[in-house]
């Protein structure tokens, strides 16, 4: 599977921004999907997760109840919504396949990944 990020930007703090994975390839709706990010001189960590049907997703303490993550199958696209920007969430965010387990947080887990948008929060 082909991933594709987009939807990364320059906000404030306090504001939104949507970011967007398209994918290619009809078995979509089987992967696990997973957002991840990685600032400068960090390690990619882990932001959120979804199930193939979007029944089921996980995200990580540091974004909870202020990012959100769905997809649509019959797009094949998974959404990061993130709300109540901080500057700390400054990073290249990734989306992510091909986990053979249920929330799978280490980056290594996963086969496939997008190119990575930039987000950047200023104070």
């Known amino acids: 599977v082909q991933l594709q990020a987009c939807g990364g930007g320059l906000v404030q703090a306090g504001g939104s921004l949507r970011l967007s994975c398209a994918a290619s390839g009809r078995t979509f709706s089987s992967y696990v999907l997973a957002w991840f990010r990685q600032a400068p001189g960090k390690e990619r960590e882990f932001v959120a997760t979804i199930s193939g049907s979007g029944d089921s997703t996980y995200v990580a303490d540091s974004v909870k109840g202020r990012f959100t993550i769905s997809r649509d199958n019959a797009k094949n696209t998974v959404y990061l919504q993130m709300n109540s920007l901080k500057p700390e969430d400054t990073a290249v965010y990734y989306c992510?396949?091909?986990?053979?387990?249920?929330?799978?947080?280490?980056?290594?887990?996963?086969?496939?990944w997008g190119q990575g948008t930039e987000v950047t929060v200023s104070s």
């Open positions: 992510a396949a091909g986990s053979t387990r249920w929330a799978a947080l280490s980056w290594y887990e996963y086969n496939y």
